[in-house]
């Protein structure tokens, strides 16, 4: 049984940080992709960053330079550090978790099998 939680959603000025976190738990898969996820009020949802399990990192370019995408594998646990937040980053944040790498590892929900239940982020 899968489970992803993520904390470290809140409110936050533009300009200001944020680090979410995402406790996984029983995924024993050695290839695997986990990434972060948005949706905003009205908007589809779209992929933010993906990391596979020989850490490779993508991001969509409209967070480029701005989040970095990281894991403690001895903690079992995923991170979004994101700084330089604007309005436009207000939104519903997921932890999700698939079993590709390398080129099946990228931001679109079809790479992923497994989502937590989201934090929020709203900036303002």
């Known amino acids: 049984h899968v489970q992803l939680v993520e904390s470290g959603g809140g409110l936050v000025q533009p300009g200001g940080s944020l680090r979410l976190s995402c406790a996984a738990s029983?995924?024993?898969?050695?290839?695997?992709?986990m990434g972060w996820f948005r949706q905003a009020p009205g908007k589809e949802r779209e992929g933010v960053a993906v990391?596979?399990?020989?850490?490779?990192?993508k991001y969509a370019d409209s967070v480029k330079g701005r989040f970095t995408i990281s894991q403690d594998n001895a903690k079992n646990t995923l991170y979004l550090q994101m700084n330089s937040l604007k309005p436009e980053d207000t939104a519903m944040y997921y932890c999700?978790?698939?079993?590709?790498?390398?080129?099946?590892?990228?931001?679109?929900?079809?790479?992923?099998?497994?989502w937590g239940q989201g934090t929020q982020v709203t900036v303002s």
């Open positions: 990391i596979d399990s020989d850490g490779l990192a």
């Open positions: 999700a978790a698939g079993g590709g790498n390398g080129a099946f590892c990228y931001t679109g929900e079809r790479s992923m099998d497994y």
């Open positions: 029983g995924y024993t898969y050695s290839s695997y992709c």
